[in-house]
T-cell receptor, first 117, second 117 residues
Framework: EAGVTQFPSHSVIEKGQTVTLRCDPISGHDNLYWYRRVMGKEIKFLLHFVKESKQDESGMPNNRFLAERTGGTYSTLKVQPAELEDSGVYFC???????????????FGSGTRLTVV | GQQLNQSPQSMFIQEGEDVSMNCTSSSIFNTWLWYKQDPGEGPVLLIALYKAGELTSNGRLTAQFGITRKDSFLNISASIPSDVGIYFCAGQSSLRHRGSTLGRLYFGRGTQLTVWP
């Protein structure tokens, strides 16, 4: 079974440019999450999709960030225009909806390291 | 928002030694999780805890869900070089949706573990 795939693995862009990150969750996983870790800090929640719907987007920093999940499969996270403080590692994670109330934790992708210069 | 204090921030130990790290929260969680992140990879789930007071083992790893629901610890016994990495605690305040648990995770800042041979 393929894991959570993120693309690109690294991206270096100039301040003011636009970057789009992509996440392909594990097939059949309805939950898709975006997280970000700024160097030395905690991994912070950005938003949560259930299928194609945004369940919780309370962690999105500002309106320069736009996440989409058309068709409930892969998701994109666009940053436009990028600022220096957007640098960090962006993680995507996915999980199934279980009937037994158990959370088996998320499966994370390897992340996209974004550097804004 | 809910904040997790994870300590220590870093540890330098010799192979064979035992390791202990912990997390405390300002709020109650219903689930505690421990993840490990290797360089260039995403966090991987090590142990999940679902009940206050629960003590769970996974090989050389042991974790406990504090009685107050505001803390958890992770112990690694007889460390080996491949234990090197960043260990994160994470808590979840579960949301019930159609019989499943959903929702964001709150992470600690991580414990960087270095093991000397």
């Amino acid at each position: 079974e393929a894991g959570v795939t993120q693309f690109p693995s690294h991206s270096v862009i100039e301040k003011g440019q636009t970057v789009t990150l992509r996440c392909d969750p594990i097939s059949g996983h309805d939950n898709l999450y975006w997280y970000r870790r700024v160097m030395g800090k905690e991994i912070k929640f950005l938003l949560h999709f259930v299928k194609e719907s945004k369940q919780d987007e309370s962690g999105m920093p500002n309106n320069r960030f736009l996440a989409e999940r058309t068709g409930g499969t892969y998701s994109t996270l666009k940053v436009q225009p990028a600022e220096l403080e957007d640098s960090g590692v962006y993680f995507c994670a996915s999980s199934q909806l279980f009937r037994d109330l158990s959370l088996y934790g998320y499966t994370f992708g390897s992340g996209t390291r974004l550097t804004v210069v | 928002g809910q904040q997790l204090n994870q300590s220590p921030q870093s540890m330098f130990i010799q192979e064979g030694e035992d390791v202990s790290m912990n997390c405390t929260s300002s709020s109650i969680f219903n689930t505690w999780l421990w993840y490990k992140q290797d360089p260039g990879e995403g966090p991987v789930l090590l142990i999940a805890l679902y009940k206050a007071g629960e003590l769970t083992s996974n090989g050389r790893l042991t974790a406990q869900f504090g009685i107050t629901r505001k803390d958890s610890f992770l112990n690694i016994s007889a460390s080996i070089p491949s234990d090197v990495g960043i260990y994160f605690c994470a808590g979840q305040s579960s949301l019930r949706h159609r019989g499943s648990t959903l929702g964001r995770l709150y992470f600690g800042r991580g414990t960087q573990l270095t093991v000397w041979p």
